[in-house]
């Protein structure tokens, strides 16, 4: 994340608009239409936190709450990354490294098989 340019108070402002508009989008009512099968299904069972999670936007996206929430003391801080970043450590970067072809147990002719067939058959 980068830092912002904007006085805080405004960058929360505009961070909870823009979340809302993602909210009314993705999560309103031509959505609910879509899965009403779906939460009358968990309303019959007693389970209510899905329906209203949908209406808990301005409870939870609070601008006010955010920059209450930044002003709090730190209990751990982060160190800011050097500006030298070179490509040298990118593969640093990954935090599991890959298996390689351990991961698969293939048989010899199936092992052949798999070699020759790979990119269509081209060498």
Known sequence: MLPT??????FYEELVKTQRILNLKHLGW????GTMRIAAGLLL?????????????NSV???????SDHQRPVN????IPSSSHSLEG?????????KGRAGRALD?????????TRNGGKD
Do not use: C
């Open 5 to 10: 340019r904007l006085p805080l108070p405004e």
């Open 30 to 33: 031509s959505a609910l239409k």
């Open 45 to 57: 069972r007693g389970q209510t936190n899905f329906v209203k999670m949908l209406w808990k936007f």
């Open 61 to 67: 996206y609070n601008p006010k709450l955010q920059l």
């Open 76 to 79: 751990y801080e982060l160190s």
């Open 90 to 98: 990118h593969n640093l970067l990954f935090i599991h490294k890959g």
């Open 108 to 116: 010899h002719s199936t092992e052949e098989f798999v070699d020759s």
